[in-house]
């Protein structure tokens, strides 16, 4: 069996007040993709482009069962974890490229 890495992503718009989360095996196509409004739908409509915290792990199983947890969240616990690593909300894509 192939090890791969699979991350939990979480991006917002300029002003910081839309947050998505997804899923990916490949962080900055991903990430580059929502940037260059390749991704039609949600991200494209309310021009979610800045990545602003992300996790990896080496099972798509466990990403998935996060981003639900995630997802299930309320907004201020996503707040809170973006905080945690990432107090300025500082857009991460140039430091994963």
């Known amino acids: 069996m192939q090890d791969r890495n699979y991350y ?8 910081n007040t839309v947050l998505y989360i997804g899923v990916t095996n490949d962080l900055i196509r991903r990430a580059s993709e929502h940037r260059n409004h390749l ?14 915290y992300f996790e990896n792990t080496e ?10 947890q ?17 107090p300025r909300w500082e857009d991460l894509y140039n430091q994963i490229i």
Not at 8 to 15: A, D, V
Not at 70 to 86: E, F, P, T, V
């Open 8 to 15: 939990i992503y979480i991006l917002t718009n300029f002003t």
């Open 39 to 52: 991704v039609k739908g949600f991200t494209q409509r309310y021009n979610v482009t800045k990545l602003v």
């Open 59 to 68: 099972s798509i199983e466990s990403a998935i069962v996060r981003e639900k």
């Open 70 to 86: 995630l997802k299930a969240g309320s907004r201020q616990k996503k707040i809170d974890l973006i905080n945690s690593k990432n």
